[in-house]
């Protein structure tokens, strides 16, 4: 017997592991079973958010379906923390006879540490493991320099995994055929798995799942968004980009089906800023590049910045302060009504990303770990290689990370991305009513009016952002 085991690659389409399961060579009559691996108390060590978990488990159903339909059963196995795999795989192992194991591999250290820890206890048992590249357009590994190492710099990586991919090439593979006569699927939720630990196994009705809902959405987003990303993705209260994050994120939809879709899209794949796509492109490639760092710098899985000597910055951990930025309760209208979208629906548009990361580093001091972890804990597309670049990137201590005298100011950044207030009338509503000249900084309008639902600001904007730029200063002179 085969498996495919799945974990992060929850489709059939462009499934390079699935493929290869039901294409081994000389077996066509030869059993498949799928396999997935629910463990809820790793998953609350890893901070990942419930919405995301619910939506993970409702994709789990979905591709149960879709499996029961080319005759193969989706096995499913409650182990508590990636230290039972190793073991319970080679118990499943004996039981059902397995030949040969397949998966996409994994980026992370603790999943990489699992899986090396399941090939040695399999190969014990004569059983061939075979790890795929679906998390990637190209492989980590793939994209160097030209001594022949991995790239630390974007933009010298980008250029090379354009070339790359040219030289490469890739084809989509449709998902298998049919294998056996269908078989029935029964829900998790029929099965008792909804518990204290899982939580409500019912899906989110603002995030459906599925492999056609992902690929309805990248051709809307294509046919009526991706000439114009480049303007319009950093208006929040604008339609203006993909929201494919959380699809790609469990891998319901893979990046490959991305950059084909928007090249059969374009007629041609873009290569350079001025070609209409390549702005959305380039962000496939920035998520491919903090993938490929997250396995060139294990110690990014470990809560250690990519520049070493920036541990040393005084960070604080004030509870108070974070307590209230978590809550959009900072005084600074874009920065509060982004983080109360983030807690109300689990996504946050990734302007906002970065105008609240910056706040809670450049503004509060307050350490990087403590706002990757909160994201974690509440974002539906949380992914650790991209949540933990685009934190690096803000606080000044990652790879291409923003110059450490680069603070954005959280009243000019609202003034320019939501000029109307649009977006900060919805999710702040204390101040719908605040005319939109005194909307960005509405504290002396509220005070005219007699009105105090609304925080005064947690700092001042301007003090804070020297204080800043004073603390990366002494490092920098510290290490002359």
């Not at 060139?296 to 910055?313: D, G, I, Q, W, Y």
């Not at 009504?337 to 307050?366: E, P, Q, Y």
């Amino acid at each position: 017997m085969r498996v495919i085991w799945f974990r992060h690659d929850l489709r059939l389409a462009d499934n390079p592991a699935l493929r290869a399961c039901c294409g081994h060579p000389g077996s066509d009559n030869e059993p498949v079973t799928a396999l997935f691996i629910i463990s809820p108390t790793q998953w609350r060590q890893h901070k990942m958010a419930a919405i995301r978990q619910r939506f993970i488990l409702a994709q789990v159903d979905e591709l149960g379906r879709s499996l029961a339909a080319l005759g193969i059963p989706l096995k499913l196995l409650r182990l508590e923390t990636f230290a039972e795999v190793p073991a319970a795989l080679a118990t499943l192992s004996e039981q059902l006879g397995i030949t040969h194991l397949y998966a996409n591999q994994a980026i992370e250290l603790d999943e990489q540490r699992r899986d090396h820890a399941v090939h040695a206890s399999l190969r014990d048992l004569g059983v061939s493991c075979h790890w795929l590249n679906g998390c990637c357009v190209l492989p980590p590994g793939r994209v160097l320099t030209g001594s022949g190492e991995m790239f630390k710099v974007f933009t010298p990586f980008s250029r090379a995994w354009l070339k790359a991919l040219d030289e490469d090439g890739f084809v989509i593979h449709r998902a298998p055929a049919p294998r056996a006569e269908p078989l029935s699927w029964q829900p998790l939720a029929d099965r008792g798995w909804g518990d204290d630990a899982l939580g409500e196994l019912s899906a989110d009705p603002r995030w459906p799942v599925g492999e056609a809902t992902a690929q309805q959405r990248l051709d809307d987003f294509l046919a009526q968004a991706v000439l114009d990303y480049g303007e319009a993705r950093d208006f929040p209260a604008q339609a203006g980009t993909s929201i494919l994050s959380p699809y790609l994120a469990a891998g319901i939809i893979s990046p490959r089906q991305c950059v084909a879709a928007l090249q059969q899209r374009l007629g041609y794949r873009p290569q350079a800023k001025a070609q209409p796509g390549f702005v959305w492109l380039n962000e496939l490639i920035w998520r491919e590049f903090y993938r490929h760092l997250l396995v060139l710098v294990p110690t990014l899985s470990m809560n250690r910045p990519f520049k070493p000597e920036t541990a040393a910055l005084p960070w604080s951990w004030d509870p108070d302060a974070f307590a209230a930025w978590c809550a959009g309760r900072t005084g600074y209208p874009i920065v509060d009504a982004a983080m109360r979208c983030l807690n109300a629906t689990g996504w946050m548009h990734n302007r906002l990303r970065m105008i609240v990361a910056s706040f809670l580093t450049k503004d509060l001091h307050i350490h990087w770990r403590l706002g990757e972890d909160y994201f974690m804990s509440q974002l539906i597309d949380g992914d650790l290689a991209a949540n933990n670049g685009g934190w690096q990137w803000a606080a000044g201590t990652g790879a291409d990370a923003a110059p450490y005298f680069r603070v954005f100011n959280p009243t000019t950044q609202g003034q320019r991305f939501d000029p109307e207030g649009e977006f900060i009338r919805t999710w702040v509503t204390e101040l719908a009513d605040t005319p939109t000249a005194y909307l960005h900084q509405p504290h002396d309008w509220l005070r005219l009016k007699g009105r105090h639902d609304y925080p005064a600001p947690m700092v001042d904007h301007a003090v804070a952002r020297v204080a800043a730029i004073e603390m990366f200063r002494a490092l920098e002179k510290s290490h002359e």
